[in-house]
């Protein structure tokens, strides 16, 4: 049974640091794991995911604040915040893809707030 369960969330003032982590259990094959976020009111977007390979992709809104990283033998994938509006406020959500099914976490809130 594949499970990705996100950690790491919380407050934060702006323009400070704060990392998420999400761990996936059930498989050793996930390909591409990623992150996306959905604000109050708004669609969820993609933030950022990141292959086996290490190749990346970023969001145009978070391009050169966020850095997305992954340790394939701890099926674990990372998200280093930094420089954080308030505008990244959301529940930020762990994707992983296993064959053609994509499998999501329960998400993980982060407030930028002063």
């Known amino acids: 049974q594949v499970q990705l369960v996100e950690s790491g969330g919380g407050w934060v003032q702006p323009g400070g640091s704060r990392r998420i982590s999400c761990r996936a259990s059930g498989s050793d094959s996930f390909t591409v794991m990623g992150w996306s976020r959905q604000a109050p009111g708004k669609l969820r977007e993609s933030v950022a995911h990141?292959?086996?390979?290490?190749?990346?992709y970023y969001a145009d809104s978070v391009e050169g604040r966020f850095t997305i990283s992954r340790d394939s033998a701890k099926n674990t994938v990372y998200l280093q915040m930094n420089s954080l509006e308030p505008d990244d406020t959301a529940v930020y959500y762990c994707s992983a893809l296993l064959g053609s099914t994509t499998y999501w976490g329960q998400g993980t809130q982060v407030t930028v707030s002063s």
């Open positions: 990141i292959s086996l390979s290490g190749s990346t």
